[in-house]
């Protein structure tokens, strides 16, 4: 045993500096990865939330499952847009309101007429006529911009200024006459 115990002898510091550099570089390792965990630890925090515990698949199915919610409540919200969109299409949203003097008296602009029609131009026409002894009204139906009664000039009037045509005339005749002058 003599040649092995001076073998041992003659060879230890090497030994020992290198079982040193190696607890070093495992310590050095050691290091890196509790502060690679710690960040890893801080963003699944961030991620999952404090409080009880959990793992990653379970909070990712409650994730999907609160998706799925906000989809289901999404497409409820578009149906009921839809539905109240269809409603409004036959509300009556264009009005309009024509004041005039019908017997052109004295009586100055005491008659009216009032167009109510929905997206469709469909509606009613209300006219008060009125003079100093008597007074009328009047209720005509109006479909898709047509009425099967004859209308009154005011009526028609009032009825082009619902459907926003009366503006749209005008638009139109000052291009004609732009085009005309050319």
Known sequence: MGPVNSLI?????????????????????????????????????????????????????????????????????????????RRLEDCLTFRSVVRYDAYHDLSGMQSTSVALIDAQFSGVIISSIQSRDHGRIYVKEVRHGESKEQLSPEEEQVLKEAMGLKKLKEKKTSKLVGEAGA
């Open 9 to 85: 002898e003659n060879n230890l510091m090497p030994a020992f500096v290198a079982s040193m550099a190696v607890a070093v570089v495992a310590l050095l390792l050691a290091g890196y990865l509790l502060i690679v965990f710690r960040r890893y630890r801080r963003d699944q925090k961030v991620v999952m939330g404090e409080g009880r515990e959990r793992d990653l698949v379970a909070h990712a199915r409650a994730v999907q499952e609160s998706v799925d919610a906000l989809s289901c409540d999404l497409k409820r919200m578009a149906d009921q847009l839809e539905r109240s969109e």
